[in-house]
């Protein structure tokens, strides 16, 4: 067997967490392969809505085991708050929540890394989510990070020279922080985090693929936000990509299945950085109120705008996206007209080719196609799809040259539709 994986195509939102709780019933185990609590996937069903973080999104679906791969970044603290409120909630996980001994963890001294860092760059800021992902990716590259495995051996002794290296660096940027509250909770989390299977999750998963078991990968975050090939420097640490379901989970590239391309019927971006459909009139304030596009997690005001294909094709040859699913079209509505942009003009040359850099002069071109103005929210079928809309998608899937097999139009799991899926 081989693994599937779903990954945001633009700058995250894009409603991964939605689509893999109505995926998980097809497959016996789900797994975050990167990133960490700068995640906020929401997912809503029964008139109850749900934002994950740390915690795989096939966490409600049955008693499916769901694994924390070693490519992602713990927070113990805010893991501990957020599977406690599962369980209180009556969704029990001790058991089936397996978590990777090679994740790295994410101290309280780097989320102070984080703010100073932020701090340091003034204007320039990465608008960051505050969790530390930068200040322990950046640990784990340079090899001084700790790790989930490390609470099984001397811990107190790793941490302490950990902490000491930053406070070091903390002193030398003069920024003056108090981490005594965060610290007593983030020992706790320690604590908490020793009650979950603690894994070797490359084997595991591998011997579940042996097993003829099927494997969904979550990413987090979205392509335009991966540290290779997203909007440097205005990017988060991880590798979101394709790729990074490889190395953050032990999967070889040949056991790749399918690659699910989640996207917007538009676009939004949240925290600093070029965003080239960028809309700053009311039609951009339009899209803001009617997607709720709002952050899951921070609640900071998300930035909108049209459906950006040069950026699109580029995600979907970084991948090899064999579905794409588009969420959000419900959003659209009650739009007149629908923009896609179709190429960029950089220095007054067009090119639908993805720039080095999209800082700077780069002014879409657009295609506009008609809108639907209907509601679709209560549509259970494409065959109840308006011509406007079936128009839309077949603009979008001869654009982008790969079939569009789910259309999402609201928050809620039923509000789901799937077109000629195998
Ligand atoms: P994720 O990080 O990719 O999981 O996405 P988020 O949860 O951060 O943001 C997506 C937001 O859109 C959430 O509030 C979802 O409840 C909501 N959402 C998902 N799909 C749809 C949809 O088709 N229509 C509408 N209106 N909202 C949706
Ligand atoms: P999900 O998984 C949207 C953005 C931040 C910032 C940049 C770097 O919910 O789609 P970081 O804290 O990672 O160092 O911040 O990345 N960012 C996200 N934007 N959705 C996310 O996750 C994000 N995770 C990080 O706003 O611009
Ligand atoms: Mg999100």
Known sequence: MK???????????????????????????????????????????EGQKYVLRSIPSGIFQGDKVNIIGNGVVLDPALFKAEAEALEASGHPLKERLHISKKAHLIMPTHRVLDAAYEAAKG????????KGIGPTYTDKISRNGIRVGDILGDFDTIYAKAKAR?????????????????EKEWMAGIEYLRQF?????EHEINALLKDDKSVLCEGAQGTMLDIDFGSYPFVTS????CAGACSGLGVAPNKIGNVYGIMKAYCTRVGSGPFPTELFDETGDKLCTLGHEFGSVTGRKRRCGWIDLVALKYSIMINGVTHLIMMKSDVLDTFETIKACVAYRINGVETENFPYSIEGEVEPIYAEL???????????????????????????????????????VGPDRDQTIERYME
Request: net charge negative.
């Open 3 to 45: 693994v599937d994986v779903l990954l945001g195509l633009q700058w995250g939102d894009e409603g991964k967490g939605k689509v893999v709780d109505v995926l998980t019933p097809r497959y016996d185990v789900v797994a975050r392969f990167q990133g960490g609590p700068n995640a906020g996937h929401t997912l809503e069903f």
């Open 123 to 130: 204007d320039a800021k990465v608008g960051t989510t505050g």
């Open 166 to 182: 930053h406070e070091e660096i903390l002193k030398s940027m003069n920024f003056e922080y108090d981490i005594t509250e965060i």
């Open 197 to 201: 299977p603690l894994v070797d999750s």
């Open 238 to 241: 991880s590798n979101t990509v």
């Open 370 to 408: 008609p809108g639907w103005q209907c509601d679709m929210t209560k549509m259970t079928s494409e065959d109840e799809f308006p011509e406007e809309f079936n128009n839309y998608i077949s603009f979008l899937e001869e654009e982008l040259e790969v079939p569009i097999k789910i259309v999402s």
